[in-house]
């Protein structure tokens, strides 16, 4: 490309936008030549994508962990709309009315430039802080029972993490307690025959 487009090939002629972009571009698409013919061609391996759907469970369908207000399709549908709305919102401030903020100032001056970083710093620490916090914030519980249950099984103690899973697990059998032998009914139509201290003695005999 710095070939064709300034006859020589030099640091200044391989900067240039327009060489750069073709080297990108060559570089991208024939990577993705060189794998297609070489996975179609030369050696294909026939793969079976419909085993995909089987074999591979998506994590929307994995409901562990989840209480019973996140499983709430009112609940998830008020989210969605929560979510929907200040995403287009969002989108269109950043896309539309942000660029277009820049307009009337036409050429920036210093304290209008350092106005305008100063406004996209703040942004992007507020971003930063909401996106590092908010879970936290939100998982406070589990993350309070957690660390409550390491303090616990350090101590020695158990606190409320053992007792809860205690109550769903099943008591486990020992092997100190004795096996119940389930008593054998007996025929009320049948006689007990009782063994006289004589024929007792012979068959000890």
Not at 136 to 141: H, N, R
Request: charge should be negative.
């Amino acid at each position: 490309g710095a070939q064709i487009q300034s006859g020589s090939i030099s640091v200044s002629t391989l900067g240039t936008n327009e060489v750069m972009l073709s080297g990108n571009l060559i570089a991208i698409l024939s990577s993705g030549f060189i794998h297609y013919v070489y996975s179609k061609f030369i050696d294909p391996q026939n793969f079976d994508f419909t085993t995909l759907d089987a074999k591979i469970h998506l994590v929307e369908q994995d409901l562990s962990g989840l209480g019973v207000e996140q499983q709430d399709k009112n609940e998830l549908r008020r989210a969605k709309r929560w979510i929907t709305r200040r995403g287009y919102l969002l989108t269109f401030a950043l896309i539309l009315v942000w660029p277009l903020l820049s307009i009337p100032a036409q050429v920036f001056s210093q304290s209008y430039f350092a106005f305008w970083v100063l406004l996209s710093i703040a942004w992007g620490f507020g971003a930063a802080i909401v996106i590092t916090f908010l879970p936290l914030f939100e998982s406070q519980d589990e993350i309070g029972r957690v660390c409550s249950g390491m303090f616990n099984y350090v101590t020695g103690r158990q606190g409320d993490a053992a007792e809860h899973y205690a109550e769903e697990e099943t008591p486990a059998k020992t092997i100190d307690e004795p096996e119940e032998v389930p008593a054998i009914a007996e025929d009320p139509a049948e006689p007990v025959k009782e063994v006289e201290p004589k024929e007792a003695e012979d068959s000890m005999a």
